[in-house]
Protein backbone atom coordinates (compact mmCIF):
# COMPACT_ATOMS: atom_id res chain seq x y z
CA UNK A 1 0.00 0.00 0.00
CA UNK A 2 1.24 3.75 -1.16
CA UNK A 3 1.41 6.27 2.25
CA UNK A 4 0.87 9.36 1.18
CA UNK A 5 1.44 13.03 2.96
CA UNK A 6 0.60 16.40 2.20
CA UNK A 7 2.51 20.02 2.98
CA UNK A 8 2.96 23.56 2.70
CA UNK A 9 -0.81 24.54 3.55
CA UNK A 10 -1.27 27.49 5.32
CA UNK A 11 -2.84 31.12 6.24
CA UNK A 12 -2.39 33.49 3.42
CA UNK A 13 -4.22 36.45 1.84
CA UNK A 14 -6.18 36.97 -1.64
CA UNK A 15 -3.76 37.04 -4.23
CA UNK A 16 -1.29 35.56 -2.77
CA UNK A 17 0.97 31.39 -2.95
CA UNK A 18 0.93 28.59 -2.24
CA UNK A 19 3.11 25.43 -2.56
CA UNK A 20 1.90 22.11 -1.91
CA UNK A 21 3.65 19.19 -1.94
CA UNK A 22 2.41 15.01 -1.79
CA UNK A 23 5.32 12.82 -0.73
CA UNK A 24 4.65 8.90 -1.43
CA UNK A 25 6.40 6.16 0.23
CA UNK A 26 5.59 2.55 0.73
CA UNK A 27 4.64 0.34 -2.72
CA UNK A 28 4.62 3.29 -5.07
CA UNK A 29 2.81 3.64 -8.42
CA UNK A 30 4.93 5.50 -10.75
CA UNK A 31 2.69 4.23 -13.69
CA UNK A 32 -0.16 5.53 -12.00
CA UNK A 33 -1.69 8.97 -12.44
CA UNK A 34 -1.96 11.53 -9.63
CA UNK A 35 -4.01 14.15 -8.80
CA UNK A 36 -5.13 16.64 -6.23
CA UNK A 37 -8.48 16.80 -4.89
CA UNK A 38 -10.05 19.82 -2.55
CA UNK A 39 -12.83 20.10 0.23
CA UNK A 40 -14.20 22.90 1.85
CA UNK A 41 -16.76 22.93 4.84
CA UNK A 42 -19.80 21.58 4.05
CA UNK A 43 -19.16 21.09 0.14
CA UNK A 44 -18.12 17.60 -1.65
CA UNK A 45 -14.47 16.76 -1.95
CA UNK A 46 -13.75 18.78 -5.65
CA UNK A 47 -11.33 17.42 -8.20
CA UNK A 48 -8.43 20.08 -8.75
CA UNK A 49 -5.77 18.26 -11.12
CA UNK A 50 -4.78 15.53 -11.87
CA UNK A 51 -1.05 14.41 -14.21
CA UNK A 52 0.02 11.32 -15.71
CA UNK A 53 3.10 9.09 -14.56
CA UNK A 54 5.07 10.41 -17.34
CA UNK A 55 3.42 14.31 -17.01
CA UNK A 56 3.14 14.87 -20.27
CA UNK A 57 -0.83 14.43 -19.20
CA UNK A 58 -2.36 17.07 -17.41
CA UNK A 59 -5.99 18.19 -16.42
CA UNK A 60 -7.08 21.30 -14.53
CA UNK A 61 -10.60 22.13 -13.20
CA UNK A 62 -12.11 24.95 -14.63
CA UNK A 63 -11.90 26.61 -11.66
CA UNK A 64 -7.76 26.39 -11.31
CA UNK A 65 -7.44 26.62 -14.90
CA UNK A 66 -4.28 29.24 -15.19
CA UNK A 67 -3.81 29.86 -11.27
CA UNK A 68 -2.45 26.02 -10.43
CA UNK A 69 0.28 23.96 -11.70
CA UNK A 70 0.38 20.70 -11.13
CA UNK A 71 3.59 18.45 -11.37
CA UNK A 72 5.42 15.49 -10.58
CA UNK A 73 8.95 14.08 -9.31
CA UNK A 74 8.54 9.96 -10.24
CA UNK A 75 12.75 9.97 -9.31
CA UNK A 76 11.88 11.20 -5.55
CA UNK A 77 8.39 10.03 -5.50
CA UNK A 78 6.70 13.35 -5.12
CA UNK A 79 4.27 15.57 -6.54
CA UNK A 80 3.68 19.40 -6.41
CA UNK A 81 0.74 21.82 -6.31
CA UNK A 82 1.63 25.39 -7.36
CA UNK A 83 -1.06 27.54 -6.38
CA UNK A 84 -0.77 31.76 -7.37
CA UNK A 85 -3.11 34.48 -6.98
CA UNK A 86 -5.07 32.66 -4.80
CA UNK A 87 -8.86 33.53 -3.81
CA UNK A 88 -11.02 32.87 -0.54
CA UNK A 89 -13.02 30.33 -2.82
CA UNK A 90 -9.57 28.69 -2.72
CA UNK A 91 -10.07 27.65 1.19
CA UNK A 92 -9.93 24.08 1.61
CA UNK A 93 -8.46 20.87 2.83
CA UNK A 94 -6.67 19.85 -0.03
CA UNK A 95 -5.55 15.95 -0.53
CA UNK A 96 -3.44 14.31 -2.92
CA UNK A 97 -4.49 10.88 -4.12
CA UNK A 98 -2.77 7.87 -6.48
CA UNK A 99 -3.30 4.35 -7.24
CA UNK A 100 -5.96 4.55 -10.05
CA UNK A 101 -6.14 1.88 -12.96
CA UNK A 102 -7.55 4.74 -15.48
CA UNK A 103 -7.14 8.46 -16.52
CA UNK A 104 -9.68 9.73 -14.14
CA UNK A 105 -11.13 12.92 -12.50
CA UNK A 106 -12.75 11.30 -9.85
CA UNK A 107 -12.29 10.84 -6.34
CA UNK A 108 -13.82 7.61 -5.98
CA UNK A 109 -11.36 5.86 -8.51
CA UNK A 110 -8.15 7.04 -6.48
CA UNK A 111 -7.25 4.40 -4.07
CA UNK A 112 -4.56 6.23 -2.01
CA UNK A 113 -5.21 9.19 0.03
CA UNK A 114 -3.28 11.49 2.26
CA UNK A 115 -4.70 13.07 5.15
CA UNK A 116 -5.01 16.51 3.56
CA UNK A 117 -3.42 20.01 4.43
CA UNK A 118 -5.26 23.23 5.22
CA UNK A 119 -5.18 26.26 3.06
CA UNK A 120 -7.16 29.08 4.23
CA UNK A 121 -7.11 32.35 1.93
CA UNK A 122 -8.43 35.49 3.28
CA UNK A 123 -9.92 38.16 2.11
Known amino acids: QVQLVESGGGLVQAGASLRLSCAAS????????MAWFRQAPGKEREFVAV????????TYADSVKGRFTISRDNAKNTMSLQMNSLKPEDTAVYYC????????????????WGQGTQVTVSS
Open 51 to 58: ISWGGARI
Open 26 to 33: GRTFRQSP
Open 97 to 112: AADVSTWSTLAADFRS
